[in-house]
């Protein structure tokens, strides 16, 4: 008995050291990529205002270098070089003069959201709180949001508003990096779906994903985790067909949970993006496809925008499956993956 107390505190022991060194290297791989993704953005806004000053001072051609610079840094280097993307870069050189004055624990996404704000002084005070305090983008976003900064100067009791500040920022791991698209892009990685998904969400995808295929009535299979950019903000739909018979692009979101409005006005807002970004002048309007799955009950909604109702009731819904044929196989579906993964548990134990 001695001898097996001694292994598991050895073993307790060994993984707290080899823990802390995977912290530490983790920590320091996101601190060499977020400074090397910074420091040539920055250069790359250099080279473009330096180039557009020695060059014609026309809207016209300022326009032209960057679409031509952006279809051959995408051919090359893949995504993150787009004209939004590129005026960033350019933005940011302008806006912070001197390269030393960066903070290296800052990502890419914490400047182009401190690019919003307009004080210089501010902006600074929230760059420097944000590599000491290590806020993610979200409480960078949240703090200036809510004018943090501002209310702090105004403020006779600053403690309770700096107390006030810390309590509502949700803490967040280190490696949460791996998840930034920006980061993917700059180092030229696929935009892994797994990244996106828990293991019950992955199985009901994977699973509803093959039900439509077998089906035989037109669909075919485009995306995974489909990312759309709109400004500062990312946005991913589960899964996205064409529709061969229909003409048109099926994009599909699962929510485990209940249904709600803002369900559906995200969907809404996910069909608007598609279509100004991807949809072919000769497609049909784009159907969105909401699946709610919980324990004991499904719940499956089409979704199309206000003006294309009247082509959705009178043809779509002919060739696509019937919500309640949907409904079934999503809650079947989600029973067994459930009963898989207890039984390996159990397994396991």
């Known amino acids: 008995m001695k001898n097996k107390l001694d292994t598991t505190t050895n073993i307790s022991k060994l993984y707290k050291e080899i823990s802390s060194i995977l912290r530490t290297a983790r920590a320091n791989a996101y601190k060499a990529v977020n400074f090397a993704m910074v420091t040539s953005y920055w250069s790359i806004g250099q080279l473009i205002v330096e180039d557009e000053q020695n060059g014609d001072e026309r809207a016209e051609y300022g326009k032209a270098?960057?679409?031509?610079?952006?279809?051959?840094?995408?051919?090359?280097?893949?995504?993150?070089?787009?004209?939004?993307?590129?005026?960033?870069?350019?933005?940011?050189?302008?806006?912070?003069?001197?390269?030393?004055?960066?903070?290296h624990e800052l990502s890419w996404s914490h400047y182009r959201m401190l690019l919003r704000v307009k004080d210089e002084t501010a902006r600074n005070w929230y760059m420097n709180e944000a590599a000491n305090q290590t806020w993610s983008t979200r409480q960078l976003d949240r703090q200036i949001s809510v004018l943090y900064y501002e209310r702090l100067l105004a403020s006779q009791d600053k403690k309770a508003v700096q107390v006030e500040a810390k309590t509502k920022l949700a803490e967040i791991e280190p490696e949460q990096f791996i998840h930034d698209p920006y980061v993917l892009e700059f180092l030229n990685l696929k935009n892994y779906p797994a990244l996106h998904e828990s293991t019950i969400e992955q199985a009901l995808i994977d699973n509803l994903q093959h039900f439509l295929l077998e089906l035989g009535t037109g669909f075919c299979f485009e995306s995974r985790q489909k990312l759309m950019?709109?400004?500062?903000?990312?946005?991913?739909v589960d899964l996205v067909f064409y529709h061969s018979v229909l003409k048109c692009h099926v994009l599909i979101d699962l929510k485990l949970g209940k249904l709600t409005h803002g369900d559906v006005g995200q969907m809404d807002s996910y069909i608007r993006m598609f279509d100004a970004q991807y949809k072919r002048d000769d497609d049909n309007p784009t159907i969105g496809l909401i699946l709610c799955s919980e324990k004991n009950e499904a719940v499956v909604k089409y979704s199309v925008l206000a003006d294309a109702k009247q082509i959705f009731a009178s043809k779509y819904e002919l060739a696509l499956p019937k919500p309640e044929e949907l409904a079934k196989q999503i809650k079947m579906d989600r029973l067994l993956i459930e009963e898989q993964m207890k039984s390996s548990e159990e397994d396991t134990e």
């Open 65 to 103: 270098v960057l679409e031509g610079l952006s279809k051959k840094l995408t051919a090359e280097f893949g995504k993150g070089f787009d004209e939004s993307n590129l005026r960033y870069m350019r933005l940011f050189y302008q806006t912070f003069k001197n390269c030393d004055t960066l903070r």
């Open 229 to 236: 950019r709109y400004e500062d903000d990312d946005f991913y």
